[in-house]
């Protein structure tokens, strides 16, 4: 049924295959799978439920049935410049913001590196895995997770940053196979300008907190604390510290500065 409701949605768009599933693991999983079994670029896996989604560095990404969408695209990287990898997960948090904006009128933004908010709270993830040969690239999987109805948002105590989903934010159902393909179109559109500026200009539009002050959790130590200013080239996040000196960051957790905190 939804499988078939899923196929008609997508059949004008040029994805290699389909597979849909009721209920998996993960979908960037069964993508790697499939990879290695020889799936073609721009095959797509779904599920209408996930028991062992995943978001970085182990986390869980939580995705009950019937309510949100979770999907995996496989890229197969002939065409894409190891440079490009890199800018994955950016190609996925704007294809959601586009759509969103194209489909649905909702405003959106990128929390950099990963993360969609919309109305301060996160609605959207995206996770890009990348499969070896090597130290040749042989598949890029671009995981996507968006909450649609509320049943899809965890509960606050579960959550690193408070959530929320589409519904909840333009206070109407919203038919997720449409809002799915608006974000595949997206993504098909921008995936051959990965390289352009007009690419980073699109991103650095989006992105959550500019010209705030944040802190920049990198893992090594105390948080880094400074304005952020935008975008580097190559995706890194600058943010000018209280010392005048700019500083560039290429991983880390992003989060407001504390209420309260005075400089
Ligand atoms: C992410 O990780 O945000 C990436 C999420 C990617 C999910 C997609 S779904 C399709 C594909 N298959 C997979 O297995 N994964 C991808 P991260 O920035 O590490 O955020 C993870 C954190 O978000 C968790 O630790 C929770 O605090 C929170 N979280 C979990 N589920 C959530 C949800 N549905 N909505 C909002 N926040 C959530």
């Given at each position: 049924m939804q499988a078939t409701i899923l196929e008609q949605s997508l059949s004008t768009l040029p994805l290699g295959a389909t597979r849909f599933f009721d209920s998996i693991g993960s979908t960037n999983d069964e993508a790697l799978r499939w990879a290695r079994a020889g799936a073609p670029h721009l095959a797509l896996v779904m599920a209408d439920e996930q028991t062992a989604g995943r978001g970085r560095l182990g986390r869980r990404w939580y995705t009950p049935p019937g309510s949100a969408l979770a999907f995996s695209l496989l890229l197969r990287p002939?065409?894409?410049?190891?440079?490009?990898?890199?800018?994955?997960?950016?190609?996925?948090?704007?294809?959601?913001?586009?759509?969103?904006?194209?489909?649905?009128?909702?405003?959106?933004?990128?929390?950099?590196?990963?993360?969609?908010l919309a109305g301060g709270r996160k609605l959207a993830g995206v996770l890009v895995e990348i499969d070896w040969?090597?130290?040749?690239?042989?598949?890029?999987?671009?995981?996507?997770?968006?909450?649609?109805?509320?049943?899809?948002?965890?509960?606050?105590?579960?959550?690193?940053?408070?959530?929320?989903?589409?519904?909840?934010?333009?206070?109407?159902?919203?038919?997720?196979?449409?809002?799915?393909?608006?974000?595949?179109?997206?993504?098909?559109?921008?995936?051959?300008?990965?390289?352009?500026?007009?690419?980073?200009?699109?991103?650095?539009r989006r992105l959550a907190y500019r010209g705030e002050t944040v802190q920049v959790f990198t893992g090594d130590g105390l948080p880094l604390e400074g304005r952020l200013l935008g975008l580097e080239t190559d995706g890194a996040l600058r943010l000018r510290l209280p010392t005048g000196e700019i500083q560039s960051i290429q991983a880390g957790e992003l989060h407001l500065r504390p209420a309260g905190f005075s400089q």
């Open positions: 002939e065409s894409l410049p190891a440079p490009l990898l890199t800018r994955l997960t950016a190609l996925g948090a704007l294809a959601v913001c586009i759509a969103l904006q194209e489909h649905l009128g909702l405003a959106s933004q990128i929390k950099w590196p990963n993360d969609v040969q090597g130290d040749r690239p042989t598949a890029a999987i671009l995981g996507i997770g968006i909450n649609i109805a509320s049943e899809s948002v965890p509960a606050d105590n579960e959550l690193m940053f408070p959530a929320t989903c589409v519904e909840a934010e333009l206070g109407s159902p919203v038919d997720r196979w449409a809002l799915l393909r608006a974000t595949l179109q997206a993504l098909l559109a921008w995936l051959p300008r990965l390289a352009s500026a007009d690419f980073l200009t699109a991103w650095e």
